[in-house]
């Protein structure tokens, strides 16, 4: 096969449409993946509702996907045609976005789908948990809290005692962290969401859910009251100004808060607590600087998803492969996505 069907971006700001692109070649180290599934991000609607990002166009985004290798780049080793896989889509290389029937993958970070998920389920992962993963466990980059990763030897249960706050606990972000810092030993583990998602998230590892719309001071006294410790550090995967805010003010002194958006906490606080941190992280695993952790990561996943230690997002599957995701990224944009991951089928589409 030479081409494909793929969701274009034709113009900044312009309005989704289903193209035509060639299918690529796979380069040394890389696979050609045929995607099954692909989830939806919130990155993408804001690059195509702000305008930003990009200068040229056509763009093809879409950062997740799960599929089958249909054929190995020069000295691939650990693949085998036929592999049921999933990895993250990089999007500054448009042969590596995932909204597009076929897509490139560096072998190195990418895992095997272990028997125990679907390919749908896969797709849920990769960028959901890179960011967490590289927010708080990166030590070979700034942007981290450069915690000791619990997928490396030695790394489970290395924070016991340690209290820690989620922001955002119910987003597929947020679920990925829970987990995480759950393996890393903290405890508690607040976090805030709508109080419907208590169960979930208590499965998940949270030992507390608060309200998402409590009051600033209300959570802050609530947080204070739970946490058996001072707390340093705070993983806001919300990332509103409100949260960035309220974050920075929990704080310790030295204390940390890791943001997924653009950094918008007050100058005047950050004048009054200079040794405060706020780390900006940027979540993928192909990022300049990043590659090192995220190919220790890629070595665990497989192990981690298949023994449950890490739990996929549940699966919302909406119809109509890459033409059903302008009507998935509107409900995101209007926050009318609950603790669900949306996916599509790029096969399906019409
Ligand atoms: N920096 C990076 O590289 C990177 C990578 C991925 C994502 N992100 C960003 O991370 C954020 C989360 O992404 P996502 O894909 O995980 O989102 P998502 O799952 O689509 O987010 C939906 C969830 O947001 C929760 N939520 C909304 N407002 C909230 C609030 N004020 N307090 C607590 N929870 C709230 C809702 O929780 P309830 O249902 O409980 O109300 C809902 O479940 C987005 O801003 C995204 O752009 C950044």
């Given amino acids: 096969m030479e081409t494909q069907k793929a969701l274009l971006l034709p113009s900044k700001q312009g309005e989704w449409v289903i193209g035509t692109v060639a299918v690529a070649k796979p380069g040394p180290g890389q696979l050609l993946v045929k995607i099954e599934a692909t989830a939806l991000n919130p990155a993408d609607w804001k690059i195509q509702v702000y305008g930003v990002l990009f200068e040229t166009f056509p763009v093809i985004l879409g950062s997740d996907a799960a599929g089958i290798v249909i054929e190995l780049g020069e000295g691939v080793q650990g693949f085998a045609v036929g592999d049921r896989v999933f990895f993250q889509g990089y999007f500054v290389d448009s042969a590596r976005s995932t909204y597009q029937q076929y897509a490139l993958s560096n072998a190195d970070v990418t895992a095997k789908i272990p028997k125990n998920i679907s390919v749908e389920q896969a797709a849920t992962i990769p960028?959901?948990?890179?960011?967490?993963?590289?927010?708080?466990?990166?030590?070979?980059?700034?942007?981290?809290?450069?915690?000791?990763?619990?997928?490396?030897?030695?790394?489970?249960?290395?924070?016991?005692?340690k209290p820690i706050v989620i922001f955002g606990g119910a987003t597929s972000v947020g679920q990925y962290a829970i987990q995480l810092v759950r393996l890393a030993g903290f405890g508690p583990i607040i976090t805030t969401a709508s109080l419907k998602n208590t169960t979930l998230l208590n499965e998940l590892g949270a030992t507390h859910v608060l309200d998402r719309d409590l009051p600033p001071e209300a959570l802050l006294a609530q947080i204070a009251a739970l946490a058996n410790a001072p707390i340093e550090i705070v993983f806001d995967a919300v990332s509103l100004p409100q949260t960035q805010n309220a974050a920075f003010d929990i704080l310790t002194p030295e204390g940390q808060v890791i943001i997924v958006t653009q950094d918008a906490i007050d100058q005047e606080k950050?004048?009054?607590?200079?040794?405060?941190r706020a780390v900006v992280v940027l979540g993928n695993v192909s990022a300049p600087g990043r590659e090192q952790t995220g190919r220790g990561l890629y070595a665990k996943l497989t192990e981690l998803v298949g023994s449950g230690a890490i739990k996929p997002n549940r699966v919302e599957l909406l119809a109509n492969g890459l033409a059903g995701i302008p009507y998935g990224l509107k409900r995101m944009q209007e926050d009318r996505v609950s603790a669900v991951k949306l996916v599509v089928r790029p096969h399906e589409t019409p």
């Fill in 127 to 161: 960028a959901c948990i890179a960011t967490p993963a590289l927010g708080l466990f990166d030590r070979c980059h700034e942007d981290s809290a450069k915690l000791f990763p619990p997928w490396e030897d030695g790394g489970q249960g290395k924070y016991i005692g």
């Fill in 270 to 276: 950050k004048r009054l607590a200079p040794r405060k």
